[in-house]
């Protein structure tokens, strides 16, 4: 089976048709798994009490919204490189939800910066950097909306998604490069892990369920561009 | 060389060059991206210390002192090696505790105390249960949060007159 035919639209919309639906039922399942556990079974924090369990919504949501603008910059290189017309459109099938995540990253974030450090807001270098990601998603989506020519939106929509990824190491490394309200990471490649293992169990749980969502939607909105791209492919491929 | 492939170097030369230029700028701004300064900064005067910044560190403990109007604390940032003196009228935040880190914002008087308009608290990246931060200690181990959450802090109240 040759893997490549599902770049072409033609053949991809019957495929995401069978293949969201699973994704979905994946994401609620492990949402409500996830929720459950961290909502109920994993234990208060011993600095922070129960105001904590926020960080099962925040760092998910904040995890999502830079992992999908680095995917958008990686189909954006495909697309400007190889032409490609289905990267181009998973790059804007992925930008509404990742904006959502930046949004829901940062309104999480200053419900939980009231009660721990007492402010909703601070122009601390990560949350800077983050406001900037949201920025940048916005600015990707009236970019390429305001085009009105599809191969010249995609071509712009790809530049500003390459050259806005340099972004996302700077928000990563904020919380070490420079002082910040934020703590250092708690999941490090040289320091383990350092939450009890309850609560990493309810955060896998989170980021998967995220994971499955975002590519759900993502499918979905791809199968939207391509009945309006190419109704032709669709009406052809599949009776619906 | 393909057409793609060209175009594929372009985009991978640009992302680089980019990336450089990038790291260039926050290197030239970095002491504008700090969100606050070190006590040792401030005492070796490398802040200007005419005008309002922030401060962070450890609020070192044994020095919280509650002043007789009930409202204004008195304690000192350390970094454990220099300590600032704040003084600040208004509600801390929760996770405010000796030991534990904190940022202020304000600005230096004339006589040596910095004088702190807000107070940020900051906590550290351990999550665990209680229990557990208990065992720890008990195991020898130094758990930084010394105080459980939802317990007030421990505040030396100074003899009213």
Redesign the interface.
């Known amino acids: 089976m040759n893997l490549y035919r599902y770049a072409s639209p033609a053949s991809f919309y019957p495929l995401a048709g069978r293949l969201w639906p699973v994704f979905a039922v994946i994401a609620a399942l492990l949402a409500v798994y996830g929720l459950y556990e961290g909502l109920f079974v994993a234990?208060?924090?011993?600095?922070?009490?129960e105001v904590?369990r926020i960080?099962f919504i925040h760092v998910p949501a904040a995890w999502m919204g830079m992992f999908i603008y680095l995917v958008m910059a990686f189909y954006g290189?495909l697309a400007?490189?190889?032409?490609t017309r289905l990267s181009a459109m998973m790059m804007r099938a992925l930008a509404p939800t990742g904006m959502l995540f930046t949004f829901l990253a940062l309104w999480t974030g200053a419900l939980w910066g009231k009660?721990?450090?007492?402010?909703y807001w601070?122009?601390?270098?990560r949350m800077t950097s983050t406001l900037v990601l949201f920025f940048l998603y916005v600015g990707f989506i009236a970019l390429t909306e305001s085009i009105d020519d599809e191969r010249r939106a995609d071509r712009a929509g790809a530049l500003l998604a390459?050259?806005g990824?340099?972004n996302i190491p700077?928000i990563y490394f904020s919380v070490t490069?420079?002082?910040?309200?934020h703590?250092?990471?708690?999941f490090s490649k040289s320091g383990g892990s350092?939450?009890?293992p309850?609560?990493v169990i309810a955060m896998v749980a989170m980021v998967f369920a995220c994971w499955a969502y975002s590519i759900a939607v993502a499918l979905v909105r791809a199968r939207a561009i391509i009945r309006e791209r190419e109704p032709a492919h669709v009406w052809n491929g599949e009776a619906a | 060389m393909k057409n793609r492939h060209r175009r594929f170097a372009w985009i991978a030369v640009g992302v680089a060059v980019l990336s450089v230029a990038v790291a260039l700028v926050l290197k030239a701004f970095q002491s504008n991206l700090v969100l606050f300064r070190t006590p040792t900064e401030v005492a070796e005067k490398k802040v200007p210390l005419d005008r309002a910044f922030r401060l962070g560190g450890l609020v070192q403990a044994g020095t919280l002192k509650r002043q007789p109007d009930g409202l204004t604390v008195r304690f000192e940032v350390t970094d454990t090696a220099k300590a600032i003196p704040v003084r600040y009228t208004g509600i801390l935040p929760d996770l405010f505790k000796e030991g534990k880190g904190v940022v202020v914002q304000g600005k230096m008087e004339p006589g040596g105390d910095f004088i702190a308009t807000e107070v940020l608290a900051k906590h550290d990246e351990n999550y665990m249960a209680p229990e557990a931060a208990e065992a720890l200690r008990k195991a020898g181990h130094p758990v930084k949060g010394e105080i459980f959450a939802g317990e007030k802090p421990v505040v030396t109240q100074q003899p009213t007159k």
Do not use: R
């Open positions: 234990p208060t924090d011993f600095q922070q009490g904590y960080v290189v400007l490189s190889f032409n009660p721990t450090w007492g402010t601070i122009w601390d270098g390459i050259v990824s340099v700077i490069w420079w002082n910040s309200l703590q250092g990471l708690t350092k939450m009890a309850d609560m």
